[in-house]
């Protein structure tokens, strides 16, 4: 069974960029969560998604994230504009079920933001 | 607020012998609780959970140990090999399914 694929590994760009990170669950799994993780941190969850639907998305900075999951599979997470403190790791998990509580992980993206 | 606190930010061990890893909780509504690992460039990987009506579930070398009235749960390698050697979360979750992380600990199996 395929795992949780995320593009790309890494990305660096100058601050008042766009970025954008890709998801790509694990399949079957209708639940997707994108986390955060700081350095010396554990995850923070920024949003999760049943099927096409953000369930909770309230600890997403609203003003310069958005994510979407247009058919329910991918998603895609978009910082517009990048600002030096978002440089992190950004993870995405999947599980099965409403929602499963063992989600499985993607290898990350790590950001930085110069 | 931590609501989830690993107060171990590392812990050495020999191989052979046991790995305790510790984590605190404070919030009471805390109902499922679960230890991730996690190698250098990858993802957290799903180890080994407790349900908060049980106080310990074993699998393997891994066993995992449930105190609510101390809100303590803890990790039991055994015996260690240096292929465990990785940072270590305690997650646990609520009522709103949100998976609440602590900072992990960095586990170190010497051979």
């Known amino acids: 069974e395929a795992g949780v694929v995320q593009s790309p590994r890494y990305k660096i760009i100058e601050k008042k960029q766009p970025v954008a990170f890709w998801c790509n669950p694990i399949?079957?799994?209708?639940?997707l969560y994108w986390y955060l993780q700081n350095l010396g941190q554990g995850p923070e969850l920024l949003i999760r998604?049943?099927?096409?639907?953000?369930?909770?998305d309230s600890q997403l900075p609203k003003d310069r994230f958005s994510a979407e999951r247009l058919k329910g599979v991918d998603s895609t997470l978009k910082i517009q504009p990048a600002e030096l403190g978002d440089s992190a790791v950004y993870l995405c998990?999947?599980?099965?079920?409403?929602?499963?509580?063992?989600?499985?992980f993607g290898p990350g993206t790590r950001l930085t933001v110069t | 607020d931590q609501q989830v606190k690993q107060n171990s930010p590392s812990l050495s061990v020999q191989e052979g012998r046991i790995s305790i890893l510790n984590c605190d909780y404070t919030?009471?509504?805390?109902?499922?609780f679960l230890w991730y690992k996690k190698y250098p460039a990858e993802g957290p990987t799903f180890l080994i959970s407790i349900s908060s009506i049980k106080d310990k579930n074993e699998d393997g070398r891994f066993t995992v140990f449930l105190n609510k009235s101390a809100k303590h749960l803890s990790l039991h390698i055994v015996p260690s090999q240096p292929g465990d050697s990785a940072v270590y979360f305690c997650a646990a979750k609520g009522s709103n399914y949100k998976l609440t992380f602590g900072k992990g600990t960095l586990l170190t199996v010497n051979p």
């Open positions: 998604y049943e099927n096409e639907e953000a369930v909770d």
């Open positions: 399949s079957g799994h209708n639940t």
């Open positions: 998990a999947s599980s099965h079920g409403s929602p499963g509580y063992e989600q499985y």
């Open positions: 919030n009471s509504m805390f109902d499922y």
